[in-house]
C-alpha cells in the first residue's frame, strides 16, 4: 500500500460550552490547527502518484476561507467542535473529493493528535 501525507495549517478559536465553568476548554480560546490528510492507493496511477498534490488544493481553498480566523462553534454550528470532530469533518470532506483518502489527523498543540480513520 502507497500513502502519502500533506498538512495544512489555520488559526480559529472554539468553546466547548458544554463542559463544566471550571474546565479551560469551556472558556473562550484558539488553537493554531494542523490538519493532516492521508491518502492510499494498492496501485500508482500513471504518473508514478497516488494523487498529485497538486489536487488538494481544493482543501486548502476550504480551510483558508471557511475555517482560517474564524470562530468554529459558528462556522459548524455547534459547541462540540473538538479535535476529534475536526478530524471527521475534514476526513468526510476529503473522502467526497479525493476517493483515495484513508485518515485524517488533526493537532491543536504540538503534543496532542486526534485521528479520523475509518
Known sequence: MFRITKQFHFSASHQLTHLPADHQCARLHGH??????????????????????????????????????????EVLGHDRVTSEYLAKHFYDWCRQRLP???????????????????
Open 32 to 73: 493554531n490547527y494542523i490538519v493532516e490528510v492521508e491518502l492510499s492507493a494498492a496501485e500508482l496511477d500513471a504518473d508514478g502518484f497516488v494523487r498529485d498534490y497538486h489536487e488538494l488544493a481544493p482543501l486548502k481553498r476550504y480551510i483558508d476561507e471557511r475555517f482560517d480566523h474564524r470562530h468554529l462553534n
Open 100 to 118: 483515495e483518502t484513508s485518515a485524517v489527523r488533526v493537532s491543536e498543540t504540538p503534543k496532542t493528535w486526534a485521528e479520523y480513520r475509518p
